[in-house]
């Protein structure tokens, strides 16, 4: 089953605009991970928040963690046709090692 | 090198082939994953490997049957399969297999099955 849910399923906006995508997930976390993936390939490592982070920042992106609500959100600002991919969070549930489990992912379409 | 090699980039078998996947990387790591993904759907793990020796098995049908030769290689070794089978074959592979590491992908296997 999956841990994440996210939240749009697809999203399109033009370039330049931001684009937020939000993950729910159900049991305590170590971490929470963001991958990107272009149509067809590998998933490619975007950011880790560790559970007792808050928000994290990694050039155009903003990660932030709510652990009360069991939510986190991705913020790319100042998007780029070449941010058109899908999107997924993934956790790894506390108590448990070396299982990272991928939420339901986002396309993101970014218009030129 | 980050990168994970994965051979074939596509795959169309029958169900009655045998067939089998690789991935290759030289990063060093000690930890190493099969993930399935289907078509709009996230990645689905299958097998992970720890230190050469398999360390999760996610109750995946016999007739996928990973190997780990050595810490460079996995392979996914195909027999019998079923049409509902095909999908992208992802491997990964992270540093020890921590739970606060990232993980490395290879750019997949597309599989066919007929």
């Known amino acids: 089953s999956q841990q994440g849910e996210e939240d749009p399923q697809a999203l399109s906006i033009q370039e330049g605009e931001n684009a937020t995508m939000n993950c729910s997930y159900k049991t305590s976390i170590n971490n929470l991970q963001w991958y990107r993936q272009n149509s067809g390939r590998g998933l490619v490592h975007l950011i880790l928040?560790?559970?007792?982070?808050r928000e994290k920042h990694s050039g155009r992106l903003r990660v932030t963690l709510d652990t009360s609500k069991k939510s986190s959100s991705l913020l790319i600002t100042a998007s780029r046709a070449a941010d058109t991919a899908s999107y997924f969070c993934a956790t790894v549930t506390s108590g448990s090692a070396r299982q990272l489990t991928f939420g339901s992912g986002t396309q993101l379409t970014v218009l030129p | 090198d980050t990168e994970v090699t994965q051979t074939p980039k596509h795959l169309v078998m029958g169900m009655t082939n045998k067939k089998s996947l690789k991935c290759e990387q030289h990063m060093g790591h000690r930890a190493m994953y099969w993930y399935k993904q289907k078509a709009k759907k996230p990645p689905e793990l299958m097998f992970v490997y720890s230190y050469e020796k398999l360390s999760i098995n996610e109750s995946v049908p016999s007739r996928f049957s990973p190997e780990c030769p050595n810490s460079s290689l996995l392979n996914l070794h195909l027999h019998a399969l079923q049409p509902e089978d095909s999908a992208l074959y992802l491997c990964?592979?992270?540093?020890?297999?921590?739970?606060?590491?990232?993980?490395?992908f290879g750019s997949g296997t597309q599989l066919s099955v007929l």
């Open positions: 990964a592979s992270s540093h020890k297999g921590g739970t606060n590491e990232k993980l490395f």
């Open positions: 928040i560790r559970s007792n982070e």
